[in-house]
């Protein structure tokens, strides 16, 4: 299952990589505008309101996750480096495990920068966004909506229902994809190999 897990995710990874630039591209003088001109900040009224809505709500995770997003990259990027050049199971497995330590170390030194930023940043950013775009009421509708209980009783069971869904998948396709995973390995260890050769 870790390899179709995997696959589906460096897919969606990708999907929305090409959306984002797809969408930088087309906004970018745009969005290069509205940094020129910065959005008033919101009355006393719908800051209260906006406070309340980041107690729940965390637009900021999208960043902590592209910090940490590298810590991914070089374990798995490791991984398939050994891999290539064959390095035996036992030596794999010492390298992978020192590689960590240097990875962990970054993710305990750069997530409380990122995180610290990111809690100084929210408001002052998100703030005006919200403030022009939903009124007191709308922010008030909004701010129940966010702590509804039965929106927390739903996203409980999300896990679950990702992973009904995952099961299903596996037994259906599993076969097929890990053939397909196999075959790209194979290929993608080949040309590093023969590149790696080349002098």
Known sequence: MTALRLSFTQVALAAVLAASLSAHAQTAPAASA??????????????KIIDRI??????????????QRPALDAMQQS??????AHVPAEKKEKTLKDI?????????????????SAKKQTNPSVGPILAKNFTVEELRQLEAM???PLKAKFEKLVPEMETAVGR???ADIASQVNQNVKAMTEAV????RVAATVQ
Not at 54 to 67: C, K, M, R, S
Not at 79 to 84: D, G, R, V
Not at 100 to 116: E, R
Request: glycine share 4%; hydrophobic share 45%; net charge negative.
């Open 34 to 47: 509205a940094a020129q001109a910065p959005l008033p900040a919101p009355d006393p009224e719908k800051q």
């Open 54 to 67: 980041l107690l729940v709500f965390h637009p900021e995770v999208g960043v902590l996750q592209a910090v």
């Open 79 to 84: 991984n398939i480096a050994l891999q290539t």
């Open 100 to 116: 960590s330590t240097d990875v962990q170390k970054y993710i305990d030194t750069t997530t409380p920068i990122a995180v610290a």
């Open 146 to 148: 966010l702590e509804s």
């Open 168 to 170: 299903k998948v596996q």
């Open 189 to 192: 260890g080949t040309k590093l």
